[in-house]
């Protein structure tokens, strides 16, 4: 258990609806990265927050937004779902606000767009 | 962009051998990781590299980081069935954004 929970597990939706996957880092972490894993796109890194302020974005969509709560939890929010967007989404904490290398995933939230 | 290659893709080894996995950067690189992850799961930090030449080891996995870090290896000695699953090199890049290969799949054979 790597103390990363990440919210809901599987999620089934329409294109064109939007949702919300929800992490909570490892108590004690800083840092919130979010990634995207696909068949087709492997690991790709979206966004980075540490103690509530953006530290790095990636390849993130603009249809996608995050953020991160005074209390660290990390919201990330996927709007005008497409058929593409089903992916494998991680959640990663770290202690610091520099990637040390070793980050803490959480099982992933799978959303799959119908 | 800095890139990691992966090779192999995918490796089918019988129980006792040992394996290598390779991954090569375009870039210079100055912070290299290993995770493993089983399918569908998290990934598991297994090590990091950051000096030309350095190697570690962690039970029987061991990696290495040539002189000219460009290029990592992950031995694996007398695999196991637990060794199973998929291996992902990860590396820093540019302001933050961290970079992973497309991951190598390893079945281990009873």
């Known amino acids: 258990d790597s103390g990363v929970t990440q919210t809901p597990k599987h999620l089934i939706t329409a294109t064109g609806q939007r949702v919300t996957l929800r992490c909570s880092p490892r108590?004690?972490?800083?840092?919130v990265y979010w990634y995207q894993q696909s068949l087709d796109q492997g690991l790709q890194f979206l966004i980075q927050?540490?103690?509530?302020?953006?530290?790095a974005k990636g390849n993130i969509l603009e249809r996608f937004s995050a953020q991160q709560f005074p209390d660290l939890h990390s919201e990330l929010n996927l709007s005008s779902l497409e058929l593409g967007d089903s992916a494998l989404y991680f959640c990663?904490?770290?202690?610091?606000?520099?990637?040390?290398?070793?980050?803490?995933f959480g099982e992933g939230s799978r959303l799959t767009v119908l | 962009s800095q890139e990691l290659e992966q090779s192999p893709q995918s490796l089918i080894v019988q129980e006792g051998k040992n394996l290598t996995i390779n991954c090569t950067s375009s870039?210079?690189?100055?912070?290299l990781y290993w995770y493993k992850q089983k399918y569908g799961e998290g990934l598991i930090f297994l090590m990091m590299?950051?000096?030309?030449?350095e190697e570690k080891s962690h039970e029987k996995i061991t990696a290495k980081l040539d002189e000219k870090k460009q290029q990592s290896s992950l031995h694996i000695t007398a695999s196991q069935p637990s060794h199973a699953g998929i291996y992902l090199c990860?590396?820093?890049?540019?302001?933050?954004?961290?970079?992973f290969g497309d991951g190598t799949t390893l079945t281990v054979k009873p």
């Open positions: 990663a904490s770290s202690a610091y606000g520099q990637s040390t290398g070793e980050l803490f």
């Open positions: 108590s004690g972490d800083l840092s």
């Open positions: 927050y540490y103690n509530g302020e953006e530290r």
């Open positions: 870039k210079t690189l100055y912070g």
């Open positions: 590299l950051q000096k030309g030449g």
């Open positions: 990860g590396a820093d890049g540019n302001a933050g954004k961290s970079t």
